[in-house]
């Protein structure tokens, strides 16, 4: 009986102790639940990266402190492209922030990048703040009008990546900068081709010496035009971005919409080989539908096989460039073509100009005549590309050219990088 009364003894303790442990368990979960809910969340926000800003959008940068401050008047260099992330445009935020806004400069082609040059002449005026508006390129004695009237030239516009882009209208500037007295501030965006240097300087031709992608921001390319290129050096400050990786292009953002025919990510990509194949006759690069610089094209009376575009399609296809067939009317050619649509399916692992010299050997090895445009060995810095298509230059002579051109540049600009990591050379 004893045995047994200690049995039952035991039994109900143990029973006890198992309710009290479920009575804990039930207070403490909770708790142990919240406290683990914090460290996770802890740890994830130590995990963030901090946040991406555009020039235009870090107020706390002291340019852009002084430049408020101090209440200078000044003339905004830009056009639709000149918003931040969220889609407010720059003159708004300027004047939002008391900066005295007396004019807006617009490049060649207009505020909206899609004007005719007949409207060079014309005062302007936007529509929201009644700040009159002047082609940079328009009358002459308008623009200098109005730069002298004022104490700092803004410069705000999103480039494209390639030295054909906004980088001769930087140039520009600067030299109007230094002629008129005048401070520039330039509101730092980013490279929307990546990192990526290659192609030719165009030193012996009429453009700016960079290269054809230059992998630059353009608070980078005006340290370099003012350090290298100018005879004499403007006083120019960068509004730098803040938490910028060269391979971040944030190409989805409401600023990148560059023009009607380059209004995606896909077609500045193909604006970096397919904008200077346009100036090749006879392709046709689908400019003003809705696969401009998506693809490349023949017109159907030539008769090139539908084969041979298929054996084009496998080299791109080593390259990183992503095809189809396509077929579309061409309203300015007013004929049907055909051929491939392209996709660059990595830009930070795609060339260019390695891309280009195979499109163009490929062609001239089928026998397709090929005609240069005279703009050509301006838009790709060099005229070694041509002759080695045409044959008169051999491949050596040209890769020994731009590779050197390359290396050369890049010596020289890395002293004005802005911000990590560098960029890169593409050799050939």
């Not at 300087?201 to 960079?210: A, D, M, R």
Request: hydrophobic share 40%; charged share 20%; proline share 3%.
């Amino acid at each position: 009986m004893v045995v047994r009364g200690i049995k039952l003894l035991i039994k109900c303790m143990m029973s006890i102790v198992k309710v009290s442990c479920i009575f804990l368990l039930a207070l403490l979960l909770p708790r142990l639940f919240v406290y683990y809910s914090q460290q996770q969340s802890s740890m994830n926000t130590s995990l963030i990266e901090p946040a991406f800003k555009l020039g235009l959008e870090n107020m706390a940068d002291a340019t852009m402190r002084n430049l408020i401050n101090q209440k200078a008047s000044i003339a905004l260099i830009t056009n639709h492209t000149g918003k931040d992330r969220e889609g407010r445009r720059n003159i708004d935020m300027l004047l939002g922030n008391g900066v005295v806004v007396k004019a807006i400069f617009t490049p060649k082609h207009g505020f909206y990048a899609d004007k005719n040059r007949e409207l060079d002449n014309q005062i302007l005026y936007d529509a929201q703040t009644s700040v009159p508006m002047v082609s940079w390129y328009g009358n002459s004695y308008l623009r200098d009008t109005y730069v002298n009237d004022i104490d700092v030239l803004v410069f705000d516009l999103q480039d494209s990546g390639m030295r054909q882009s906004y980088s001769v209208m930087l140039l520009d500037v600067l030299k109007k900068a230094i002629d008129k007295h005048k401070k520039v501030i330039v509101l730092d965006r980013p490279n929307a081709l990546g990192s990526s240097m290659e192609g030719g300087l165009g030193q012996e031709l009429s453009t700016i010496p960079v290269p054809s992608r230059h992998g630059m921001t353009t608070g980078e390319l005006a340290h370099y035009l003012n350090k290298y290129v100018l005879n004499s050096a403007a006083q120019v400050s960068v509004v730098l971005m803040e938490n910028y990786h060269r391979k971040a292009m944030l190409t989805a953002s409401p600023w990148f919409a560059l023009s009607p025919n380059i209004n995606t990510a896909s077609s500045c990509y193909g604006y970096s080989f397919l904008g200077i194949l346009g100036e090749v006759i006879p392709f046709d690069i689908g400019i003003g539908t809705s696969k401009s610089f998506q693809c490349l094209l023949l017109p159907e009376k030539i008769g090139f096989a539908r084969e041979k575009w298929y054996q084009l399609r496998h080299i791109l296809a080593t390259y990183g460039v992503e095809s189809k067939w396509y077929r579309t009317f061409s309203k300015r050619k007013n004929e049907y073509c055909n051929g491939l649509a392209l996709h660059v399916r990595d830009i930070n692992n795609f060339s260019s100009f390695h891309t280009l010299l195979a499109i163009l050997h490929f062609f001239k090895q089928e026998g397709l005549q090929l005609s240069f445009s005279s703009k050509f060995d301006d838009v790709i810095g060099s005229t070694k590309v041509r002759k080695f298509i045409e044959g008169s230059v051999e491949r050596k002579e040209l890769e020994q050219e731009v590779n050197d051109m390359l290396v050369s540049f890049y010596d020289k600009a890395k002293y004005t990088f802005l911000y990590k990591p560098l960029p890169k050379i593409i050799k050939v």
